[in-house]
């Protein structure tokens, strides 16, 4: 069975550019986490959607960061316009359900590198 | 708000030992869920083990076992007859009940493992 699949698994731009980050969930599961991992800050929580709806976009550090769900197999995340201290490692993990004692299963990541 | 708390940056094991990595909680729901992640240096995140808040049992998946104790708030991750390739960060989370936060998860800041030959 297909995982979760991110694309690109690495990109290397210049500050200013917009940056959009692709996952397609595993089929069937309705929720749909992003997160960035970072040396200093860890594993953070972005935004997850329930059923193609943010549920809580908390996490988003700022109005750069945006994140859409049109439908249940496809969800992105765009930073505009980007800059250097978004560099990080960016996860998109699917869960069956939003119930709790559903794992989450992560795709393999992207690296971002913004110079 | 809910909260992991991971004490050990980093632990040593000798192969073939066993070996318990220390994981504490914050929520004030009552359901949840918790769980540990393997973060091998080639970086994707692998589903370990699993164990609700309404079990009683611990829960053991082969040489993974966690050992909750729900009134101190702990979920210790336990590996046994460690091995060379057990070497990765450990991570901890937790996914709240459906009556707060739907679904919402956080992740501890992790534990590195070394295995020693």
């Known amino acids: 069975d297909a995982g979760v699949i991110q694309s690109p698994r690495h990109e290397v731009t210049e500050m200013g550019q917009e940056v959009t980050l692709r996952c397609k969930p595993i089929?069937?599961?309705?929720?749909l986490f992003w997160y960035r991992q970072t040396m200093m800050r860890g594993l953070e929580l972005l935004i997850y959607?329930?059923?193609?709806?943010?549920?809580?976009d908390s996490g988003m550090p700022e109005d750069r960061f945006s994140a859409k769900m049109p439908n249940a197999s496809f969800s992105t995340l765009k930073i505009q316009p980007s800059e250097p201290r978004d560099s990080a490692v960016y996860f998109c993990?699917?869960?069956?359900?939003?119930?709790?004692?559903?794992?989450?299963?992560f795709g393999d990541g992207t690296r971002l590198s913004i110079l | 708000a809910q909260k992991i708390t991971q004490t050990q940056p980093g632990m040593f094991v000798q192969e073939k030992e066993a070996v318990t990595l220390d994981c504490t909680y914050d929520?004030?729901?009552?359901?949840?869920?918790l769980f540990w992640y393997k973060q091998p240096s080639s970086g994707e995140m692998i589903f370990l083990i699993y164990?609700?808040?309404?079990?009683?049992q611990n829960a053991t998946e082969g040489r993974y076992s966690l050992n909750f104790q729900k009134a101190r708030k702990s979920a210790n991750l336990v590996i046994s007859a460690s091995q060379l390739g057990d070497s990765a960060m450990y991570f901890c989370?937790?996914?709240?009940?459906?009556?707060?936060?739907?679904?919402?998860?956080?992740f501890g800041d992790g534990t590195t493992l070394t295995v020693k030959p």
């Open positions: 993990a699917s869960s069956p359900s939003e119930v709790s004692n559903q794992p989450q299963h």
């Open positions: 089929s069937g599961h309705n929720s």
């Open positions: 959607f329930n059923n193609n709806v943010p549920i809580d």
């Open positions: 929520t004030s729901d009552q359901s949840y869920g």
């Open positions: 164990q609700g808040s309404y079990d009683e």
């Open positions: 989370a937790m996914r709240e009940g459906w009556n707060t936060n739907a679904g919402k998860s956080t």
